[in-house]
């Protein structure tokens, strides 16, 4: 066989004197050259093709799967379809390329897809055109998903659904185009403003949709301009950038007071708050000091009474503190501190603090520096301080105070307890060891521990420090004005992912951090009882609401008359209280509200303190539960009660 001269290739183009074969076309040559010498590929891109050939065909529906093994048996060769071997001599060339270009228009319709395929030997043949993955995009496994979205489209609307005529490149080219693509634009990273004032009003823009679309106070927004609004907050969050905040107080109730805010939607939006806060990472100082700017609108916004009116403002007191340091001076362990002090002088100056207590004040006369500076001379034990507590507290009660204040108001007393007796705090002997390092070294032994480890990658390294650091500062005291009990019980109810092994495995090796840098055994022992205060209400065991459901402070009321009765009856018990000139109904009331709502505003060492004077023995101690025991039958609801006076055990008796 001949070639001819004016081919570089070993093949015949034109006829000769032996062949009856015909001229072939260049371009059919190219064809019939690629049926018959196919060329081979790199072994490792023929095993990305079966890989990719494979998922594709993993991803078809069973109907086009079945459409193409039976395609894949019939093995059409490819000179067959294009018919350039051997034509006959009648055709001219125009005819073949007619023929040839009807062949190819040809396609065959495959169920519920409509796709036009040429008719080749049932696999889908193409080229990987590899492309660099975008930071963010989906992976090539959770192509799936998409696969899965189209189908059911496809079964809804099969009678309706045609896709445009595209060839076989074109539809693997999308395909592999359209599965490294975000399935939601919306998902993509906003960059936020930078610079204090613009970033102040991208968050304000933030917390104003979060708020006005909350289920909980959007119908307090409804029908009611709130444009200005977006500057409040932004006032607000300012001071997460050290901003100061003022707001007429009278101006703020006169807004409120027609809205009829109830606790709930205030501490709502005060958690909407508190979120917001911690995503613009804002410094933990800056951040209990918002926490607390907002806490002392909480009367103005409820439309209550405050705390200075509560207690009688400048008159009432003056009463309360005059009538307190009237049973300090006749107590042994107090009086001696007092002797050449006179009492009205005394009172006027605790009425100064008392002030500063109930008004979520800080005077700069009464900081914690001038509180030691003023009674370090005196050397005083925890034994002077639960005493004055007591009788504060008694004084309280006396001036009809509800129980309610009274707790909060002792509570706050711890603020300057460690100030007064003149011992390094929480805060201070952990800021003397290094914050810094305290919080590295419990985060590196939290992880230590395989549940926590777990909890560590689950939230990431940032967010679990986090979560340590304000841990640690809400324990610090001088924060409890800030997020209260109640803010606790909020977080929690809404974000509950802490499970009781969780709590109590960082309850144990945070104290273990603790014990690792003070051996002080007031510090360990208030540090404990702080987790245990903290734990119902993160844990969504609180009891209050079982409380409220019974009748609240009424109801207590009621129990302590019952329980004194009852107490009245056994005269060992009868005879602690008549030894100690006490009332039995108003100390039970104390007792009672202690256990009940869980506020831990007598600490168990201060306990053991009032306690020890009252020489209780074991069997009066029984005894009193006893009496408890028989009253509690009626109420099945507080069968716990019986297990708490248990644990209380160990710190009242004292044997001698």
Known sequence: MDSSPRCPFGFQTEPSNDSPVKKVSFKEFLIQRQSVHKPSLPTVVQQKNRRWEKQLSSLLTPEILSFRQVQSNQQIPLNEIVKVARITNTKTNYDKEQEFKKTKSESLQIPMLNIPMMPTNGFFKFQPQHRMRKTGMYSLRNCNEQLEQINRKQKSNVNNFSLPQLTQEEIITQFFQTKFQKSNENDELQHKPIGSSARLDYEAN?????????????QKYKGRHIKHLKEVYRSLLGVGYDKEIMMDPGRLKSIHSQLNIKNDQFLRFKYLFINQFLEMETPLDLFFKGCHK????????????????????????????????????????????????????????????FAQLIDHTDSPNYTLEILRERHIQYNLTLVQFANFKFYLSMTLQQQQIGFKHIRQLLRKMDTYKYAILNKESLQETINAFGYREFIDGLVKQCQTEPILYELFNKRGKYRFTAHCEN?????????????????????????????????????????????KITKDSLILSDFEED?????????????????????????????????????????????????????????????????????????????????????????????????????LENFPKLSWLNKVLEDYKKHIVSDF
């Open 206 to 218: 933030i917390l104003f949709t979060k708020i006005t679309s909350d289920s909980i106070l959007q």
């Open 294 to 353: 907002i806490e002392s609108f909480k009367p103005l916004v409820l439309n209550k009474p405050l705390d200075f009116e509560i207690y009688g403002q400048d008159v009432g007191i003056q009463k309360i503190t005059q009538s307190m340091y009237d049973k300090i001076f006749k107590d042994y362990t107090l009086s001696p501190y007092f002797i050449l002090i006179d009492k009205e002088t005394q009172a006027k100056k605790f009425s100064r603090l």
């Open 471 to 515: 841990m640690i500062h809400f324990f610090f005291r001088d924060n409890v004005k800030s997020i209260t009990i109640q803010d606790i019980e909020q977080v929690h109810k809404c974000n509950a992912i802490i499970q009781e092994k969780v709590f109590s495995k960082i309850k144990e090796h945070t104290f273990q951090a603790l014990m």
């Open 531 to 631: 987790w245990e205060e903290i734990k119902p209400f993160i844990m969504n065991k609180s009891k209050n609401q079982i409380v409220k459901q019974l009748g609240g402070q009424t109801f207590i009321n009621n129990l302590a008359s019952t329980l004194a009765f009852e107490m009245q009856q056994r005269p060992q018990l009868n005879k602690v209280f008549e030894d100690n000139d006490t009332c039995v109904a108003q100390n039970l009331k104390c007792k009672l509200n202690l256990m009940l709502y869980g506020i831990h505003f007598y600490k168990k060492t201060e306990l053991e303190v009032l306690h020890k004077r009252l020489k209780i023995s074991e069997q009066v101690y029984f005894e009193f539960q006893q009496a408890t025991k028989h009253v």
